[in-house]
């Protein structure tokens, strides 16, 4: 079977930026204009009053200082506390909507590092943890935008949408449907949040990234890296959900319902997803008589910086350098799908020939997935 | 590189069925209603009364005599014109929320074609015109109550969905990332309609398919169908489309507007996608050296009945008989992404060791995806 190399990746990071200070001015602002509207009821111990946020807490929680959303203005109206739809978020045939405009920056930039064009792709593979509509796909459009040839399709997979698609697109060249493919991962999941919620109104940002996937011996970029192995798991769990959908409609005035928004039980999932995560690591480095050791760098999903440094320090049986498993939350918080693509973009460009590493997902589902991957 | 054979399919049904004459005369009440509501305005010449429908016209312009829902009741009160929720549609943790429940009756019915149970499938694909909710994934959920291993993932694809996550499956098997693949296939698309609109509220049913794929080596069933090809194609088109989304929450107010329903250009879309797929299929039978005259049976998606004898018509160059290209229109409707499958599903008992046929959808994106199949 042929071998496949990344040979390119590339990222959209919307331009609205929000600090930690920012998010809970507003936040807090809210908590007393709440606790103004309930305070007989406050006073009476029927509902607990909303408690302040700082900007130290959510620092240390999570090891995030700010994120890009698709809309800031939105947020921080104490009236709304959501993002407003962006001018002509919807798009039209002529202008692409909100997300595909963000997958089709993501996949230029791509294309230009792996030295290709759009009519070089044969196949798209769009997958994010939320897609902004279901019909047409969105990876249509930006196939349609970019120029691509042959198909393209939509995938959701919540914080794993990303490998998926990469294991989907590899799938694809490997068994010889297409020799280039383009994974466009564009993630909205601001949409998603619930603003007045303590809890999680600072965890998430808004990105996107692509990655170029190729046929080995057709790859020309000066970047790339070889596919080793891939892997993928799924285990049920409700511990990070929303029933925001189509049956929201039918589900009479529910649309700001809270659990219309994503809802996670924090604890439940680090205690059950990071026992997970380490042993399919550990699973799939045995499979392929590596150890940990042989991987120069673990580019993994980036939930929040304690359980990023705790499934590093599991399976290292130390505490990691920050080179051994970067992150990148400080700047863009929690992305969803994206955040082991963006830890892997930012992050390789001081690695050798023959160095390994793993690009490792974990979220909502539950799910894992995971590429190893050698430079060449 | 291994082959792939389809070694079952199954079928869930909703038990709510509707008839022509009963969404008539909801549709003409609702008519009656608006009419007499706006009566100054369209006494004026502001705005156009709403005509009547027919059961005749109804069946005249699909083919459809009767479709099932996941809910009549509410689609037939005046007051709604909506599916409602069903009891227990969001579902939880012990009990399937309403699409992975469909999924999972369907998924049991292939599974015992197939001769196989859950724990003998390592790769579950959910494909759908529309899913539940974004996360944790309707595919996760259906792995969950059927048992199956490894990974599931979830894709939207209009009504590609069912060849699209057929495609996806094979390519797994194809390149060693499975052995068996359990397509689920539930749609639930009567969500996404306008029941006061004349032109589409008669359009769709609910259904759920689901297909089991093995590398044919193992498979030991009685009625087994190598894939001998498969071919997808996209091009972008607003056509058929529909804004419903994350973004729907973020464009105040706009649940029940009218571009958050699907909406269809029809002429449009029988003028510009029936040459694309009559294209597609010669193409395809070309690269293979076959000629359509070794086709059997065309399993062609669901659409209509002008569309699908069109489509037939042309491929062959003479009026089809009904076994050369089966519709299942009049009990189901057209059943977005599930049409071929369940063509497929309901159309092959008669048929001889070495028949070929071709498995073709086509539908929103513009996406037309299809699978060569012959029966050994």
């Keep these: 079977m042929v071998d496949v190399v990344i040979s390119g990746t590339g990222l959209y990071v919307p331009p609205n930026k929000v600090t930690n200070e920012e998010l809970v001015a507003a936040f807090n602002a809210h908590a007393d204009q709440y606790n103004h509207e309930h305070k007989a009821d406050i006073d009476a111990g029927l509902i607990p009053a909303k ?38 978020g919807h798009g039209d045939f002529e202008n692409p909507c909100l997300q595909a405009h963000m997958g089709i920056e993501a996949g230029k930039d791509a294309l ?21 509509r279901s019909f047409p796909a969105i990876g249509i459009e930006v196939q349609h935008h970019l120029g691509t040839k042959g198909s393209a399709l939509d995938m959701v997979m919540g914080c794993s949408s990303a490998t998926y ?6 799938n694809a060249i490997k068994c010889g449907m297409a020799d280039r493919v383009l994974m466009i991962n564009p993630e909205i999941f601001s949409t998603m949040i619930n603003f007045r919620d303590r809890d999680s109104h600072f965890i998430f940002g808004d990105i996107a990234t692509a990655v170029v996937l190729e046929r080995a011996d057709l790859a020309k970029g000066d970047d790339l890296w070889k596919v080793i192995d891939t892997k993928a798991d799924t285990k049920y769990s409700n511990n990070i959900r929303s029933q925001y959908g189509p049956m929201t409609r039918l589900d009479d005035g529910s649309l700001m319902r809270q659990d219309m928004f994503f809802v996670q039980e924090g604890r439940k999932v680090f205690k ?19 150890q940990v050791t042989d991987l120069a760098r673990m580019w993994l999903h980036q939930a929040n910086i304690n359980m990023n440094m705790y499934a590093a320090k599991k399976l290292l049986g130390r505490e990691p350098t920050y080179d051994e498993a970067p992150t990148v939350l400080e700047n863009y918080g929690n992305i969803a799908g994206a955040g082991s693509v963006v830890a892997f973009h930012e992050n390789r460009e001081n690695m050798a020939s023959g160095d390994k590493g ?5 979220g909502a589902g539950y799910s894992i997935g995971s590429l190893i991957v050698e430079k060449l």
Tied chains: 1, 2.
């Excluded at 240390?60 to 506390?81: C, F, Q, W, Y």
């Excluded at 059950?272 to 590596?290: A, C, H, K």
């Design 272 to 290: 059950e997803l990071l026992p997970l995560v380490t042993s399919f690591i550990n699973e799939q480095l045995e499979n392929l008589d590596l």
């Design 358 to 362: 793993i690009i490792c997902s974990f």
């Design 112 to 132: 230009k590092q792996a030295g290709l064009t759009g009519e070089d792709i044969d196949y798209l593979v769009c997958s994010s943890a939320v897609m902004q």
């Design 51 to 88: 408690q302040h946020s700082s900007a130290a807490f959510i620092e240390k929680a999570s090891g995030i200082k700010s994120r890009h959303l698709v809309d800031v203005e939105g947020v921080m109206d104490l009236n709304r506390m959501m993002s407003k739809l962006p001018e002509g």
């Design 165 to 170: 698609g990469l294991i989907t697109g590899i």
